[in-house]
């Protein structure tokens, strides 16, 4: 049965705002675009009025897709509103009225969950830095025609491996130490198993070096993040299961990830299914699993660092790795246990970067308004490069160090941590 436009947008969970307003001051698109209708508290209201049918969906659609769905509106409130459901439904509704495109359905159906496309996207990107056609490009300006401001993008791009070493250093089933403290299964992730595929490989050593076995399960997919995120919500739900049915079927202790977005999105699998049902009890099964990479790591306890890497460093937490999965402390921990690192916190860390996604592409102007704000903060710190926790921000980061002329780092924690020659205790 179709569910009408009011179950679709969450109309009843609207009602838990009191319109307090206590929510404003911790959103960074109402710091920035100081609208009503761009606070959690305006969007809220307006998604209720389309609901009522006192406002349109054309009206809603701004406001929406300028929230970064950081969900820092969310740790503030007093009475809990799901801000998360009444975002995606708006996302949602907004998505069905739109006009279908054919690059986009291709995208979301078939390339970010496969893992063949993602492999060759990881091939195609090292070939364009490798064969010398990424500087000749910059060089002569060509990715600047580009559009979405993709020539800054790509510029920050890791520096991809080859695919000789990409299928030597892949395989499905490692373990170093019989027997191993713990049974892992590692959610690899689209984009960040094709261009992130050395800092999936660096997880996997600190795990192995912690005394763990790690799995990657064949069957697993795409989280649907950018799917939910894009109001692709079915698909979304399809996905999840087909990552709740790979990761079932061993008896994992935890089901790893390293990317603040991808865990988000696993944390929130029983959410997509009615309570009582089978997939919702198989959901809450896989959700009691899923743990960061730093909270395994601090709870393994397995590491000692050798190797002294003299630095200053600040840490940006990313949003859905600290507001949706709650994870704060761990990263700040590991970071502080690598000797040689001082560690300077920023004065607003629950401020988002910017990166949100796929946000900074399509919000561009926006995204770096508010990475602005980002970049003070960093600078303020005095360190000498940015450790996150998502390779969005990661690259967010880089970004806002070129637009500020600094010298400065912006790596991924488990990178940093490897580099610091991290020894078994066992
Ligand atoms: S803090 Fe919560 S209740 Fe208050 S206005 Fe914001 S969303 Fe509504
Ligand atoms: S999710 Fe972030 S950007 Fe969106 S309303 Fe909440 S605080 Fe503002």
Redesign the pocket.
Known sequence: MTSSLKERLNYDKTFDCVQCGY?LP?????ETMEKETH??RG?INLVKMVAEGKASVEDLKEPIEK????????TVCPTNVQ?GEI?EGAKRVIDEERPRRLVEDFLFQSFFPSSKWMSTLGNATWLYQKSGLQKVSQRFGLTKRAPLQIHEFEAALPSMPTPKKRRRERVDRYVRKRPAVAKIGFFKGCVMDSVFFETNQNTVELLLRSGAEVVFPEAQTCCGALHAHTGKVDQSVELAKRNIEAFEEEGFDYIVNNAGGCGARLVEYAHLFDEGTEWYERAERFVDRVRDISEVLVGLDGLAFEKELSRTVTYQPSCHLRNVQKVTSEPLDLIKRIPGVELRELERPEF?CGSAGVYNIVNYEDAMDILDVKMQDVCGTGAGGVVTSNPGCQLQMKLGVEREGLQMEAVHLVDLLMEADPRPKW
């Open positions: 929510c911790a959103c960074p698109t109402y606070s959690p969007r929230c970064l769905g950081c969900m820092a509106c969310t801000y975002f988002c």
